[in-house]
């Protein structure tokens, strides 16, 4: 809402006309000599760019914190304050900034707006000087002397000549500016000379030093005196500006009256049906449709462009339309509505490619293969193949958008990438419509405009990332349309104006987590699970990709320099904790750096590096990591935790207590965590003597359960077997076996159902030395997909039910304590 319209608010809310800001109480003079209710001591109000004379009623706009308070303190109405002019621009304003003469004025109405700022409506009463403030906070509180201007003078013919031509010289100088005929009768309702002269001294168009000036008069007479000099000067002011415009009128070119001339001659023509030409656009026009010429657009981009043709030549090249029309013509040109890039159909040599590029992975690179044998089919027997969308979903720095890149590569086709992070705009999708100035198509069209083909393959890089619901429409929505292989073949970009088909482009989209993800959104995509690396992956990968590629980088022969497996393994286990291997990347380039440095400052050393430079480099390790127990123990159970950077091995711990039978839980766990624990105690107490322990034991003890690191949260129903094993063991005193480990949810019928991460966490139990694991049954599905070299030494224990993990973790039954 600008000041314009507020005013207007303002002024119909006290029922005077609507365009006339300013207001005036006609009826008296009362106003000017009523000092009733003026206290002693007011709080006082500075006014920026404003003067405010007796009888006079003005809006202000407060926006300071001291003036929004004093006003907020306004609590009834015609309340007085005293309202001084300020000398600058300060902020927050003493006596000292202030001009030495105001006037005591009431508050008679005050407005909140969006708690940004207050509107006040004041009305002066009389003037005052000699200001002296008491105190300063929450705003200036002072006292004033009362100096009403004199009437002297007023009752002569001179007087009333003076005042004749005052009025006369305001109202015209007033109806000219405001181009309002009724201003007149409003201003001759005036009755009063006084309140007239205070009127126009507020109002006039002056700067607030002159009319402080009128303020600082101590007699109408001279103030009127001193108006009819400023009117004078506005009204020579007046006519200069008109004579400049008259003249400016006069010398308009030729190019601007032949612009007008042409505009309407076009209108006629448009009117008639008829074809105007425009010998000044004629080339560029025969340009654009030579273009045209060359491209096979569509039936209805052709019928589009046509239009568009016919009205740039009607248009004045000198014309802002003209650029704007110009440039969306090139844009319809540039997009390739049939240009599509010559595709490889050899699966050898994309398998090559991509194993090129790129370790492991193997679904989605089995996914690619896919998607190219399927493609050549529908090629070859001319089907039309719809759009094909996929997302990748990991951790950062797993090569999601490297692999992209890889698969562009392997098929033939241009790689486009669109950053979607942070993203809050749905024009940046559609496109602004060609209404708004700088408007532009979307990025999506920007992009297959870039790749000069319709079918690139297009990266949409972190779409978890995009904002939803924001000021500026809904992006993440606006891709619905892009992704949806049922409505993509026209998608319609409001710059464009043309359904553009997208079925053709090969759409992957990367994300960290699916759960960012809008529902509609995820529904549209094919996910493929872009899981961390584990131990081995990330040794062949730092081996294969990321040395040679550091190594070139820092023009380093990579016979001068080795790096054995053991020490690359140090590195990815001491300073490094990702699913990833970016931070793996920042680590050898440390080191490869550090030996570039010796080699540059004349140092010989061994080719090899060591575990000890590697200390020395990067430091005391970071990162220790977990162990497996040497000793079996009672309540101790090792389980088994995916993070996002791979799987972890954790121990439960279990400690009993005299008490009433109560279970507490610490270590920082979730809800789901908890109930776990609470199912496996509730299964426990009510199975009791089926499992070896006594019930007197369960009601007459508390078991407290911990999970070690509790600054680190966790949460997950995978622990539920864990929990019940350490109670078991705890109750009945049998230890627990240390080269054993288990994950697996559990339910209140004593079953172990099947639990996620199962590739993570067997190699985090490999890595910590355990040599027998305990799962679900129906999670030999998951074993059955690791690689066989990963599950060497290892032992697998498959179970249905609670009771049948016992046997397997805890010692025999010793014989009871005396």
């Known amino acids: 809402m600008n000041l314009e319209e507020l005013g207007e608010m303002i002024a119909k809310g ?72 300020q ?35 004041l009305q002066g009463v009389v003037r005052c000087h000699s200001l002296m403030v008491h105190r300063y906070t929450p705003y200036m509180m002072g006292t004033v002397s009362i100096a009403p201007e004199t009437d002297e003078g007023m009752d002569t013919a001179p007087f009333r000549r003076r005042m004749k031509l005052l009025r006369k010289q305001y109202g015209e100088i007033m109806r000219s500016r405001l181009q309002d005929d009724e201003l007149g009768s409003m201003l001759s309702g005036i009755g009063s000379d006084k309140i007239f002269i205070n009127f126009a001294s507020t109002h006039i168009d002056a700067e607030s030093d002159q009319k402080y000036e009128l303020l600082a008069c101590d007699s109408y007479l001279t103030r009127t005196d001193k108006l009819l000099e400023l009117l004078g000067t506005l009204k020579g002011l007046d006519e200069l500006r008109r004579e400049i415009d008259n003249k400016t009128q006069e010398v308009i070119g030729k190019q601007q ?11 006629i023509q448009e009117e008639l049906g008829e074809n105007g030409s425009n010998p000044l656009t004629d080339g560029d026009v025969a340009d654009l449709r030579a273009r045209a010429a060359k491209k096979q657009l569509p039936k209805e981009a052709a019928e589009v462009f046509e239009k568009e043709v ?22 319809l040109l540039e997009i390739p509505w049939s240009e599509a890039a010559q595709e490889h159909y050899d699966l050898a040599e994309a398998r090559r490619v991509l194993e090129r590029d790129h370790y492991g992975i193997k679904k989605v690179k089995e996914r690619v293969i896919e998607y190219l044998a399927v493609l050549h089919r529908q090629q070859s027997r ?78 949409l890089d972190e779409i978890d990332k995009v904002q939803t619901n924001t000021f500026h429409g809904d992006p993440s929505s606006a891709l619905l349309e892009v992704l949806d292989p049922e409505q993509n073949s026209r998608f319609h970009d409001n710059f464009v104006g043309v359904d553009y088909d997208l ?150 711990e279990a400690s009993l207590s005299h008490g009433k039978g109560t279970i507490t839980m610490t270590g ?29 034991t369960l009601e007459g003890s508390n078991i ?23 109670m078991v063991s705890v109750f009945s005193h049998r230890k627990v076996r240390p080269e054993v480990a288990m994950t697996g949810e559990i339910t209140l019928r004593g079953d172990v159902t099947p639990v996620g991460g199962i590739k993570e966490k067997v190699l985090a139990a490999k890595r910590a030395g355990i040599t027998d694991l305990i799962l679900c049954r129906e999670n030999r599905r998951d074993i059955e997909e690791i690689d066989a070299t990963y599950l060497e030494g290892l032992s697998f224990h498959y179970i249905d039910h609670m009771s049948e993990a016992l046997p397997l973790a805890l010692a025999p039954v010793k014989k009871a304590r005396k």
């Open 704 to 726: 407290h359960i911990h999970v070690p690191e509790g600054a680190t949260p966790k949460d997950g129903p995978s622990a539920g077997i864990t929990m019940f094993v350490a």
């Open 668 to 696: 920082n766990l979730g809800d789901v965590m908890k109930e776990s624990a609470t199912l496996a105690f509730e299964y426990l107490k009510s199975n009791a003597d089926s499992v070896g322990v006594s019930q007197k």
């Open 382 to 459: 001319s089907l039309r193949a719809k759009a094909q969308v996929l997302c990748l979903v990991g951790p950062p720095g797993t090569g999601k958008t490297s692999i992209c890149r890889s698969v562009a590569e392997a098929l033939g086709r241009p790689y486009r990438r669109v950053a979607l992070g942070g993203l809050h705009d749905e024009a940046e999708i559609r496109g602004h419509r060609r209404t708004y100035v700088g408007a532009m198509c979307g990025r999506i069209m920007q992009e297959v405009i870039k790749a000069g083909v319709n079918n690139p393959v297009f990266v």
């Open 310 to 331: 016919t009205k740039l030549s009607r248009i004045h090249p000198m014309s802002p339309d003209y650029s704007v029309q110009q440039a969306y013509l090139d844009t």
């Open 257 to 267: 009256r032949e612009y007008y001339l042409r505009h309407q001659m076009d209108v």
């Open 503 to 652: 079925s053709h482009v090969l759409f992957i989209a990367t994300a960290n987590s699916v759960a960012d993800i809008q529902p509609a959104l995820l529904d549209r995509m094919e996910v493929i699970d872009f899981s961390g690396y584990v131990l081995e992956e990330k040794l062949q990968i730092a081996s294969r990709h990321l040395l040679p590629r550091i190594m070139h980088d820092n023009v380093v022969d990579r016979r001068t320099l080795r790096f054995p497996p053991e020490v690359i393994c140090k590195v990815i286990n001491e300073y490094t904790r990702e699913g990833g291997v970016r931070q793996l990347e920042k680590q050898l380039s440390k080191l490869v750096r550090h030996r570039v440095v010796m080699l540059e400052s004349g140092v010989k050393g061994t080719s090899k590096v060591s575990p000890e430079e590697v200390k020395e480099v990067l430091g005391l390790p970071i990162h220790t990591g977990e162990h497996a127990g040497k000793e079996a123990r009672e309540g101790v159970v090792t389980g088994l935790a995916w993070t996002p950077v791979g799987g972890e091995i954790l121990f439960i």
């Open 14 to 85: 006290m029922n005077v006309k609507a365009n006339i800001i300013p207001m005036v109480d006609t009826d008296s003079e009362e106003i000017l000599l009523n000092t009733d209710g003026i206290e002693n001591e007011m709080p006082v109000l500075p006014l920026m760019d404003q003067v405010l004379l007796p009888g006079v009623i003005i809006p202000i706009v407060a926006q300071r914190d001291k003036s929004r308070r004093l006003l907020s303190d306004m609590k009834t109405p015609n309340q007085h304050v005293l309202v001084f002019p």
């Open 87 to 121: 000398r600058d621009n300060s902020d927050d304003p003493d006596e000292h900034c202030l001009y030495p003469v105001g006037v005591v004025a009431k508050v008679l109405k005050t407005f909140e707006f969006h708690n940004e700022f207050t509107v006040a409506i």
